[in-house]
């Protein structure tokens, strides 16, 4: 039996970030450190956008060989309404991205 799909924890907005003015701006040190994090969070994204590409692929190919469409298009709209919620233009555009990826070739 399949368990039951929870929804995903709402993504933590934009502007929740930490605000500079409140802890002091970062000097040259801290933004060497802040910028180090950058690249490894950019690296696991990368990761993780390589993974949900991967599993699409396999929705798709199983989508086909059952005669289901290419594409959903509900489905694709409920992933671009779910980024477009949490952040605002930028996401819907991350999200059509991603779906975008994880199509492959046509």
């Known amino acids: 039996m ?4 929870t929804a ?12 500079d003015a409140a802890v002091g701006a970062p000097d040259a ?7 180090a994090r950058i690249d490894v969070l950019d ?4 990761r993780l956008v390589h993974e949900r590409s ?7 190919r199983a989508r086909r060989a059952a005669g289901g469409p290419r594409i959903v ?12 919620t949490a952040l605002g233009r930028p996401g819907a555009a991350i ?9 492959g070739p046509a």
């Open 73 to 84: 298009h509900a489905r694709e709209n409920e992933v671009v309404g779910r980024w477009r």
């Open 95 to 103: 999200a059509l991205a991603l779906l975008e990826l994880g199509r």
């Open 8 to 19: 995903p924890a709402p993504a933590p907005r934009l502007d929740d970030a930490v605000d």
């Open 43 to 46: 690296a696991e994204l990368l």
């Open 2 to 5: 399949t368990p039951a799909l």
């Open 54 to 60: 991967a599993v699409s692929a396999r929705i798709g």
């Open 29 to 35: 040190a801290d933004v060497t450190a802040l910028r």
